[in-house]
C-alpha cells in the first residue's frame, strides 16, 4: 500500500471520513448536478500482472446527499494492459476554500483482462480521495489515489493502488 499505511488502515480512514465528519453541505444551485471526470493514472506498485499499468477512469460524483452529506459515487476504469473495473458507492464531499477533498468507497466489480472474465477476482472494493481545485464554477482539476483490492474475501485479489490526475466538470 502506498504512504505506508496498510489496506485496512486506508480503509478505515477513508470510512472515518465518509461517516464520522459533517463534509460540506451543497450548494442550492448544485441539488441533482454531478461532476463528471476523466482522469490517467498509473500504479504505484512494482509488480508485473493485469491492472499493473496505465489506467483511464472515468468518474461521476453527485452533489446532492443521501443523508450526513453523504454524495453517489460511480467509476468505471480500464488499464493498459485490459484489466477494467466497475464501481457504484459513497462519497462525501469537504470543501476548504477552492481546494476539495473527496474520500469514496464502494463495492466494485473487476477483470483482470477483458474478454477473460473470472467469478474468482469479480468481486473487490475501491476505496480513494481525490483532492481537486476548483478553476471556474463548472471545472475543476483533481489528484488523488485509489486501491483496488477484495479485501481478503477471496485468494484472487486486484491488490491495485493507482495514483491518477483528471479534469473534472459539472453538469
Known amino acids: 500500500m502506498i504512504l505506508g499505511v496498510t489496506y485496512a488502515q486506508f480503509v478505515g480512514a477513508m470510512g ?63 488499464s493498459a494492459d485490459g484489466a477494467a473495473f466497475v464501481t457504484t458507492g459513497l462519497a462525501k464531499r ?32 475501491r476505496t480513494g480521495i481525490d483532492v481537486s481545485i476548483r478553476m471556474t464554477d463548472d471545472a475543476s482539476m483533481f489528484m488523488g489515489m485509489y486501491h483496488i483490492s477484495n479485501a481478503g474475501i477471496s485468494s484472487k485479489s486486484a491488490g491495485i493502488d493507482v495514483t491518477h490526475l483528471g479534469f473534472r466538470m459539472t453538469w
Open 94 to 125: 469537504y470543501k476548504l476554500s477552492a481546494f476539495e477533498f473527496t474520500p469514496y468507497w464502494g463495492p466494485t466489480l473487476y477483470q483482470s483482462r477483458l474478454g477473460n472474465w473470472s467469478r474468482r477476482d469479480a468481486i473487490q472494493f
Open 16 to 78: 472515518v471520513g465518509i461517516l464520522a465528519g459533517n463534509g460540506s453541505p451543497p450548494l442550492p444551485d448544485m441539488q441533482g448536478r454531478f461532476d463528471y471526470s476523466l482522469s490517467v493514472g498509473a500504479n504505484s506498485q512494482s509488480k508485473s500482472g493485469p491492472g499493473q499499468n496505465g489506467w483511464l477512469t472515468l468518474s461521476a460524483l453527485g452533489h446532492e446527499p443521501y443523508f450526513w452529506n453523504i454524495v453517489p459515487s460511480h467509476a468505471a476504469g480500464l
